[in-house]
């Protein structure tokens, strides 16, 4: 597979995001078969997965980190801290520094390593300065357990403040065709300061992948039953979105998936998705993408496009959307 550089990191031009491996989307899987699925994807040329403490809580962590023991050498792992978690739930956020240590230490065990490759932020914590998480994480690198960092759904502030005290790698934010909020400030201030971006949700949790509709249902666990965007009548709304995207993959020979992705890749050469999946043929499919071109003069008719297509619902519950971009 193609690579692509994160900074000065050097990873597969698509990575695999391993969350709903163990939550989120239900009904769960068997944890030997996303073992198989992972090693797959590093058959396949994927060397970028990513994961956090939190996924499960804990389970995540363990799984990528048996799958990916035979290829420690040849894969990087991103993982990530500054949840509080109780009772097996996440309880709030929590980035002091004498906690990031710990689940640091604890991430490492769980994922049979004795580094982490590339070390986020969840999610950023108000009570406390973003200074003294870098200044932390510094100290864990200058230790060898950590090699990069990065935030995840920061504003541009705290991430010029973070770079400042230790050059961040990459930062991960949701982006997609359904949501192009980062295309506003995040992305040019990624590229002034010579950081990656990392898209999580790609695919819109599913949606893009023009398999979702109205009369769609969930298991009642399933985190899309919460989300605003799903709800039927917003997914009747957003049709018109899925229409044009299989208008445009019919044209291309390729599915909407691989268009969401392809489109992605076309924004910056700096801009590694990270697509989750649990089933092997979507996981081909999606590393399809990388070989899709879209021309100049396509990126312009798709975004003239988009730009008339309204979309309806909002992408997190008001409460969860409160932690991003602080």
Not at 288 to 307: F, K, R, T, W
Request: net charge negative.
């Amino acid at each position: 597979m193609l690579k692509r550089k994160l900074g000065d990191l050097e990873v597969s031009s698509l990575g695999l995001g391993c969350m709903g491996m163990s939550q989120s989307y239900m009904p769960k899987p068997k944890r030997k078969d996303m073992i198989k699925l992972i090693q797959a994807a590093v058959e396949s040329g994927v060397t970028f997965f990513d994961t956090a403490e939190a996924y499960g809580p804990f389970e995540n962590e363990e799984l990528v980190g048996q799958a990916l023991a035979p290829y420690r050498d040849d894969v990087v792992i991103a993982t990530k801290f500054g949840f509080k978690i109780e009772g097996g739930k996440q309880a709030g956020v929590d980035s002091r520094p004498d906690h990031i240590k710990e689940v640091v230490d604890a991430s490492l065990k769980r994922l049979k390593t004795d580094y982490i490759d590339l070390l986020y932020q969840h999610r950023v914590d108000p009570d406390v300065p973003i200074e003294d998480v870098a200044e932390t994480v510094k100290e864990l690198v200058q230790e060898g357990k950590i090699k990069h960092w990065g935030l995840s759904e920061a504003s541009v502030q705290t991430i010029r403040r973070a770079h400042e005290i230790l050059p961040l790698t990459a930062v991960q934010s949701e982006y997609s065709l359904w949501w192009r909020r980062p295309e506003e400030e995040l992305l040019p201030a990624l590229e002034e300061l010579g950081i990656g971006f990392v898209p999580y949700a790609p695919l819109g949790r599913g949606f893009l992948t023009g398999q979702i509709d109205k009369n769609t249902t969930f298991e009642s666990s399933d985190f899309r039953n919460i989300v605003p965007r799903f709800s039927q009548e917003n997914l009747d709304a957003n049709q018109v979105l899925i229409d044009f995207i299989k208008k445009v993959a019919e044209g291309k020979g390729a599915t909407p998936a691989q268009i969401a992705l392809a489109w992605l890749l076309a924004q910056k050469p700096w801009i590694v998705p990270i697509p989750g999946t649990r089933k092997l043929e979507r996981l081909e499919e999606n590393i399809g993408a990388v070989d899709l071109e879209l021309m100049p003069d396509e990126l312009a008719d798709i975004n003239e496009a988009l730009s008339e297509i309204p979309i309806a619902g909002d992408r997190y519950p008001e409460e969860l959307e409160k932690r991003t971009n602080l």
